[in-house]
């Protein structure tokens, strides 16, 4: 089975960086697509950013709006990790984050990781 395990989280001030990290292992599958997800309190889920492939080294990056120009999605395949490098962070960026893969098999994102945690004070 795949597992999904993200990293990174913290405390950081309005306006730092934080890079979060998704590893991905087990299973056999072709990955179609891996996300960012991310939950604040009292809120719903919401899309952060995703990397989308059309072939082994060929692939697609989309942001929400309100993340574009601050957020940057990537990956290294070698590793099996995507990352999430998020600069100029502000308060209302704290949530759980969480990643998530979606195969070519599958219907929805079948794979989720446990999640971590992002926390910017003010």
């Known amino acids: 089975q795949v597992k999904l395990v993200e990293s990174g989280g913290g405390l950081v001030q309005a306006g730092g960086s934080l890079r979060l990290s998704c590893a991905a292992s087990?299973?056999?599958?072709?990955?179609?697509?891996m996300a960012w997800f991310r939950q604040a309190p009292g809120k719903e889920r919401e899309f952060v950013a995703s990397?989308?492939?059309?072939?082994?080294?060929?692939?697609?990056?989309y942001y929400a709006d309100s993340v574009k120009g601050r957020f940057t999605i990537s990956e290294d395949n070698a590793k099996n990790t995507v990352y999430l490098q998020m600069n100029s962070l502000k308060p209302e960026d704290t949530a759980i984050y969480s990643c998530a893969l979606k195969s070519k098999e599958g219907i929805n994102y079948e794979y989720w990781g446990q999640g971590t945690q992002v926390t910017v004070s003010s």
């Open positions: 990397i989308r492939w059309s072939g082994p080294i060929t692939y697609y990056l």
């Open positions: 087990g299973g056999t599958f072709s990955t179609y697509l």
